[in-house]
């Protein structure tokens, strides 16, 4: 028992306390993610309508390849938007630290094989 490395006096977060973090949490990552999402959207379809303009050239491979890349950009903008829009439902949803941390040592421990 000398060996855990387990602080039995450490106080215990509160419900109360555990929703806020989860809350404010939740807000930054929004908030991070919303924004950025937006921004690559909107540089990827400026960069579309630049491709749109040099399509309309005599080079029409450029206007291919520009727009192209303003499409990918366009979709990463996308994934970063339903990463800030999707949200775990509660704090309940996610696992307790402790129980991560328990995991992980008992798979760091060796397994004796009798050899």
Partial sequence: MADQNVNVNAPRRSRIGRIRIFDRALWRKWSKY???????????????????????????????????????????????LLIGFINPATPEDLRPLEAQEEELAAQDEPVDDGV
């Fill in 34 to 80: 919303t924004v950025s999402g937006l921004l690559f959207m909107a540089v990827g379809f400026v960069t579309i309508i630049v491709g749109i303009f040099l399509n309309a050239a005599s080079y029409s491979q450029a206007g291919f390849l520009v727009g192209g890349f303003g499409v990918i950009i366009v979709i990463v903008g996308i994934v970063r």
